[in-house]
């Protein structure tokens, strides 16, 4: 069955940086976009990046030139390094993947941007 695992999360002062990785499995990871999304208290899950099977990437505005989404297929992983973070970026960071017309996700990993 498809299983999202993501990690990396945690506190981080503003300014800071921190990567987060997706591991996949279930699936022929290298045949499915993949893409990152954030969920704020109080506020709708939303798109942060995507990648394509091609390695194609589209980011958010709110986070253009900041994150950047990757893949390495070897790995069966998906990651976000988001740099330059900001309090506005604390959230639960969520990895998704659609396939068969069936929304995937993982379970979610905190990410908290204070000083």
């Known amino acids: 069955q498809v299983q999202l695992v993501e990690s990396g999360g945690g506190l981080v002062q503003p300014g800071g940086s921190l990567r987060l990785s997706c591991a996949a499995s279930g699936f022929t990871f290298s045949r499915y976009a993949m893409s990152w999304y954030r969920q704020a208290p109080g506020k709708e899950r939303e798109l942060v990046a995507a990648?394509?099977?091609?390695?194609?990437?589209t980011n958010a505005d709110s986070v253009k030139g900041r994150f950047t989404i990757s893949r390495d297929n070897a790995k069966n992983t998906v990651y976000l390094q988001m740099n330059s973070l900001k309090p506005e970026d604390t959230a639960v960071y969520y990895c998704?993947?659609?396939?068969?017309?069936?929304?995937?996700w993982g379970q979610g990993t905190q990410v908290t941007v204070s000083s």
């Open positions: 990648i394509t099977t091609a390695g194609g990437s």
């Open positions: 998704k993947v659609t396939r068969a017309w069936y929304d995937y």
